[in-house]
């Protein structure tokens, strides 16, 4: 089995932990890739959801070789390959001033990037007629294991630390959708603004698009590198029925939010992500994904993962069989069109841990 079969498997199954006190915890709840842990194979560092329903089931393990103490990967109990865990961070251990330990305003996610969710909230969380369906950004809140609002200051102390302590490369900031109609946009860019003053860092900006393109100028000039904005599903009918809410923002309108951005950005340093796994078809992803493509929009394919405690939570991730395809056929439009992730300045696509996309490029 190859490298891009095996990590195509793995994220698709989910990972059963059987060695639960070995390195740094997963994540539970929250935005991102929740329900996950980072592992590295040889070279490749990839987060593979091990908190699932279908991570229980998988036939994959992960067990502690009582000889050479390594961890190994097996399927079916039979060995596959060591891995390895990236290092606990070290700024987890630091405290701000007013009593915040660090963890609750920005995790490191793969080995070398650290995200946050500026804003925790969102209008759209928790009303069945709004919320998107895999969401499950108000769980880290409820938990404890958060803050609502990560302030500026905050988010520079951090992130120095975090540059400093562990060597981290790249941001990236994203936020629940608050009920303004820069829909974010204007908190990343005081959040960015902060940053760059005690950090140069690349930093990636998600949020949905604003009512006003001038955003995209603001956010680049308070030193936002990279910017986001996800589509999750492309097909019209899936879109109504998992994410109502973001449905109300039609997909013409992403498209004219994407063309204003690359603009802005230049070719290949926006984004966006989708959720192979909610409904679309392969030929509606690989449609969708080539014209984003052409508008120089990077589609950040990933395997949708249903987190624990959602309405998807039983939601069945999609076939591995169907992202090897999904994942070649991209591939090569992205290479066709030479675009790739290791272009990108920073952000969820350049880090690439919850795909197996980069690897085909």
């Known amino acids: 089995m190859n490298t891009q079969q095996l990590i195509t498997e793995i994220q698709a199954h989910g990972l059963k932990w059987v060695e639960p006190n070995q390195g740094a915890a997963g994540r539970k709840g929250g935005a991102g890739p929740s329900d996950h842990k980072a592992i590295t194979l040889g070279e490749t560092t990839v987060m593979v959801p091990i908190y699932t329903a279908a991570s229980a089931r998988s036939p994959y393990t992960a067990t502690l070789d009582p000889i050479t103490e390594e961890l190994v990967l097996r399927k079916d109990d039979q060995e596959i390959a060591p891995i390895s865990l990236p290092n606990a961070p070290k700024f987890y251990n630091l405290t701000t001033a007013d009593g915040v330990p ?3 305003i920005a995790l490191l ?3 070398d990037v650290l995200a946050t969710t500026v804003l925790q909230t969102c209008i ?3 009303h ?3 919320s998107c369906q895999f969401c499950a950004i108000g769980q880290s809140l409820e938990a404890g294991r958060t803050i609502a609002r990560k302030t500026p200051e905050h988010l520079a102390e951090v992130t120095e630390a975090a540059v400093r302590l562990d060597g981290v490369k790249h941001v990236v900031m994203t936020t629940g959708t608050p009920n303004t109609s820069d829909r974010g946009a204007a908190y990343l860019t005081e959040c960015a603004k902060a940053i760059k003053a005690r950090v140069n ?9 604003p009512d006003d393109f001038i955003w995209f100028e603001r956010m ?3 030193g936002i590198d990279t910017l986001g904005m996800h ?7 899936v879109r109504q029925r998992i994410m109502p809410g973001k449905a109300t923002v039609p997909i013409a309108y992403y498209f004219e939010a994407f063309a204003a951005a690359v603009k802005v950005f230049e070719r290949g340093q926006v984004s966006t992500y989708l959720l192979a796994g ?6 509606t992803l690989i449609d969708i994904s080539d014209r984003l493509i052409q508008t120089g929009v990077y589609p950040f394919v990933v395997p949708f993962v249903p987190i624990s405690g959602t309405p998807l939570e039983n939601y069945s991730a999609p076939k591995s069989e169907f992202m090897y395809t999904l994942y070649e056929q991209i591939g090569r439009m992205l290479k066709q069109a030479n675009m790739s992730s290791a272009q990108m300045k920073a952000g969820c696509a350049k880090c690439g841990a919850c795909s197996a996309l980069s690897i085909f490029e």
Do not use: V
């Open 278 to 283: 909610l409904g679309d078809s392969l030929e």
């Open 109 to 111: 996610h793969s080995r």
């Open 220 to 222: 680049k000039a308070a």
């Open 201 to 209: 860092i690349p930093i990636q900006a998600q949020c949905e698009p």
């Open 128 to 130: 069945r007629d709004t």
């Open 102 to 104: 660090y963890h609750h």
């Open 124 to 126: 759209r969380y928790g």
């Open 231 to 237: 589509l999750e599903a492309a097909d019209p009918e």
